[in-house]
């Protein structure tokens, strides 16, 4: 028996247009996250309202990862992505969620750590 690992859109495009999730630090272009939402956070329900895309996600972050399997990947876990889908995630990012999204996540019993704040 095998088990079927969905995964999320891989970036079509490393240019200005790339976002980071501001509660998982999934990366994909802002259209991508329009279109199809974040695969790791389907209760901000990103692809219904662009307002949503923009309060959810920042163009400001450092560095990318690809991973194929979190669950096994030791830098997954040291980064805390192992319970999340395969797919390409930023190393940091400094903004936080907004009060109103925080409390969405709080809503769904989802935790959120927000950035380290130097």
């Known amino acids: 028996m095998t088990t079927t ?3 999320a859109q891989i970036p079509t495009s490393f240019g200005h247009e790339l976002r980071a999730c501001r509660r998982c630090r999934l990366v994909k272009t802002y ?7 974040c695969e790791n956070c389907p209760f901000f ?3 219904e309202d662009s307002d949503i895309v923009a309060d959810c996600t920042t163009g400001t972050f450092n560095g990318i990862i690809a991973l194929m399997d979190p669950s096994r990947s030791w830098a ?3 980064l805390r992505f192992g319970k999340f889908v395969p797919g390409c995630y930023t190393l940091d990012v400094s903004e936080t969620l907004s009060d109103e999204m925080q409390s969405i996540c709080h809503d769904n019993d ?3 750590i927000p950035p380290k704040q130097a």
């Open 45 to 47: 329900k990103m692809h």
């Open 31 to 37: 259209d991508q996250f329009r279109d199809t939402g």
């Open 110 to 112: 989802v935790r959120y």
């Open 5 to 7: 690992i969905t995964a």
């Open 76 to 78: 997954a876990k040291w």
